[in-house]
Protein backbone atom coordinates (compact mmCIF):
# COMPACT_ATOMS: atom_id res chain seq x y z
CA UNK A 1 0.00 0.00 0.00
CA UNK A 2 1.48 3.57 -0.67
CA UNK A 3 0.13 6.82 0.22
CA UNK A 4 0.62 9.77 -0.92
CA UNK A 5 -0.30 13.22 0.98
CA UNK A 6 -1.31 16.33 -0.25
CA UNK A 7 -3.00 20.14 0.34
CA UNK A 8 -1.09 21.13 2.79
CA UNK A 9 -0.06 24.94 3.29
CA UNK A 10 0.02 28.21 4.47
CA UNK A 11 -3.69 29.99 5.98
CA UNK A 12 -4.49 32.18 8.51
CA UNK A 13 -6.10 31.30 11.67
CA UNK A 14 -9.85 30.67 11.25
CA UNK A 15 -9.29 29.30 7.63
CA UNK A 16 -9.64 26.29 5.73
CA UNK A 17 -7.60 23.41 3.82
CA UNK A 18 -8.52 20.02 2.56
CA UNK A 19 -5.83 17.24 2.78
CA UNK A 20 -5.62 14.45 0.33
CA UNK A 21 -4.83 10.72 0.90
CA UNK A 22 -3.91 9.16 -2.87
CA UNK A 23 -3.77 5.40 -1.92
CA UNK A 24 -2.79 2.66 -4.08
CA UNK A 25 -0.98 -0.81 -4.54
CA UNK A 26 -4.18 -3.09 -3.20
CA UNK A 27 -7.79 -3.83 -2.17
CA UNK A 28 -8.26 -1.29 0.89
CA UNK A 29 -11.79 -3.42 1.57
CA UNK A 30 -11.71 -3.42 5.38
CA UNK A 31 -9.04 -0.89 6.36
CA UNK A 32 -9.12 2.01 8.50
CA UNK A 33 -7.65 5.10 7.16
CA UNK A 34 -6.46 7.58 9.49
CA UNK A 35 -4.61 10.91 9.86
CA UNK A 36 -1.96 12.14 12.33
CA UNK A 37 -0.20 14.96 12.59
CA UNK A 38 3.29 16.30 14.37
CA UNK A 39 4.17 19.27 15.55
CA UNK A 40 7.11 20.92 15.94
CA UNK A 41 9.23 19.25 18.91
CA UNK A 42 6.12 17.46 19.81
CA UNK A 43 4.93 13.96 19.63
CA UNK A 44 2.83 12.31 17.01
CA UNK A 45 -0.72 12.25 18.00
CA UNK A 46 -3.95 10.93 16.14
CA UNK A 47 -6.52 13.18 14.34
CA UNK A 48 -9.18 11.16 12.81
CA UNK A 49 -9.48 7.60 11.55
CA UNK A 50 -12.38 6.39 8.90
CA UNK A 51 -13.02 3.01 7.50
CA UNK A 52 -12.92 2.69 4.36
CA UNK A 53 -15.96 0.69 3.94
CA UNK A 54 -17.93 3.56 5.36
CA UNK A 55 -19.25 4.55 9.00
CA UNK A 56 -18.58 7.61 11.16
CA UNK A 57 -15.55 8.98 11.16
CA UNK A 58 -13.50 9.11 14.75
CA UNK A 59 -11.62 12.24 15.99
CA UNK A 60 -9.67 13.61 18.77
CA UNK A 61 -11.49 16.02 21.02
CA UNK A 62 -9.23 19.03 20.24
CA UNK A 63 -10.65 18.83 16.49
CA UNK A 64 -14.51 17.39 16.72
CA UNK A 65 -16.84 19.87 14.61
CA UNK A 66 -13.65 21.53 12.65
CA UNK A 67 -12.11 18.29 10.82
CA UNK A 68 -14.39 15.94 9.06
CA UNK A 69 -12.67 12.62 7.45
CA UNK A 70 -14.20 11.12 4.51
CA UNK A 71 -13.63 9.10 1.55
CA UNK A 72 -13.56 8.67 -1.88
CA UNK A 73 -14.05 4.70 -2.82
CA UNK A 74 -13.72 5.70 -7.06
CA UNK A 75 -10.95 7.98 -6.55
CA UNK A 76 -8.94 5.70 -3.72
CA UNK A 77 -8.43 8.74 -1.67
CA UNK A 78 -9.13 9.75 1.50
CA UNK A 79 -9.88 13.72 2.63
CA UNK A 80 -9.67 15.73 5.64
CA UNK A 81 -11.43 18.79 5.51
CA UNK A 82 -9.90 21.03 8.19
CA UNK A 83 -12.12 24.71 8.73
CA UNK A 84 -11.53 26.74 11.90
CA UNK A 85 -8.32 26.33 11.81
CA UNK A 86 -6.14 27.47 15.16
CA UNK A 87 -2.39 28.22 15.40
CA UNK A 88 -2.21 25.16 17.53
CA UNK A 89 -3.23 23.42 14.51
CA UNK A 90 0.12 23.72 12.82
CA UNK A 91 1.91 20.80 12.13
CA UNK A 92 2.91 17.93 9.09
CA UNK A 93 0.20 15.60 8.92
CA UNK A 94 0.38 12.56 7.94
CA UNK A 95 -2.78 9.95 6.02
CA UNK A 96 -1.93 6.30 7.49
CA UNK A 97 -3.71 2.81 6.43
CA UNK A 98 -4.45 -0.09 9.33
CA UNK A 99 -5.07 -3.54 7.77
CA UNK A 100 -5.85 -5.00 11.21
CA UNK A 101 -6.20 -3.90 14.68
CA UNK A 102 -4.45 -0.65 15.80
CA UNK A 103 -5.12 2.02 18.36
CA UNK A 104 -4.90 5.98 18.58
CA UNK A 105 -1.04 5.69 19.10
CA UNK A 106 -0.45 4.32 16.03
CA UNK A 107 0.25 0.91 16.24
CA UNK A 108 -1.08 -1.40 13.53
CA UNK A 109 -1.02 1.56 10.83
CA UNK A 110 1.91 -0.18 8.46
CA UNK A 111 1.65 2.05 5.46
CA UNK A 112 2.26 5.94 5.64
CA UNK A 113 2.45 9.27 3.40
CA UNK A 114 4.87 11.20 3.48
CA UNK A 115 3.50 14.05 5.18
CA UNK A 116 2.49 17.26 3.95
CA UNK A 117 3.04 20.61 6.50
CA UNK A 118 0.10 22.82 7.58
CA UNK A 119 1.03 25.86 9.22
CA UNK A 120 -1.69 28.49 10.79
CA UNK A 121 -0.60 31.59 11.37
CA UNK A 122 -2.43 33.65 14.10
Known amino acids: VQ ?31 GWFRQ ?5 REFVAAL ?3 GGRGVYRDSVKGRFTISR ?18 TAVYYCAAAADSYNYNGEGFGSWGQGT ?6
Open 72 to 89: DKAKSTVYLQMTSLKPED
Open 117 to 122: LVTVSS
Open 39 to 43: APGKE
Open 3 to 33: LQASGGGLVQAGGSLRLSCAASGGSFTNYVM
Open 51 to 53: EWN
